[in-house]
């Protein structure tokens, strides 16, 4: 599976920015897709999950202002980010829990994409 990252880009305090991640070869084995984001000098964290029946989990710090939606026919997912603070200003990363059938059990692997930068100026 590989995973390209779309949509970064500078922004002011207060506006939105959408991102997009586009999926490509064995999509059919993903399950859960999730946005994770890295700020200079800091560990990457999670920001968002949305799992294989469009449930979707986010930390505490973007809740109410980011929302994570996927389009299967597409195989895109997205991240539209609304009222940005220049907290918000970092790298942000798609990846994709992959799991894939075998005879006995299934094999857990996972994608990632490059990254795509998103600055947000106060």
């Known amino acids: 599976v590989r995973l390209v990252e779309s949509g970064g880009g500078s922004v002011q305090s207060g506006g939105s920015l959408r991102l997009s991640c586009v999926a490509s070869g064995s999509t059919w084995n993903i399950n859960a897709m999730s946005w994770y984001r890295q700020a200079p000098g800091l560990e990457r964290e999670l920001v968002g999950t949305?799992?294989?029946?469009?449930?979707?989990n986010y930390v505490d710090s973007i809740k109410g202002r980011f929302t994570i939606s996927r389009d299967n026919a597409k195989n895109t997912m997205y991240l539209q980010m609304n009222n940005v603070k220049p907290a918000d200003t970092a790298v942000y990363y798609c990846?994709?829990?992959?799991?894939?059938?075998?005879?006995?059990?299934?094999?857990?692997?996972?994608?990632w994409g490059q990254g795509t930068l998103v600055i947000v100026s106060s």
């Open positions: 949305i799992h294989s029946d469009a449930t979707t």
């Open positions: 990846y994709a829990a992959i799991e894939v059938p075998g005879a006995e059990r299934s094999t857990r692997l996972e994608a």
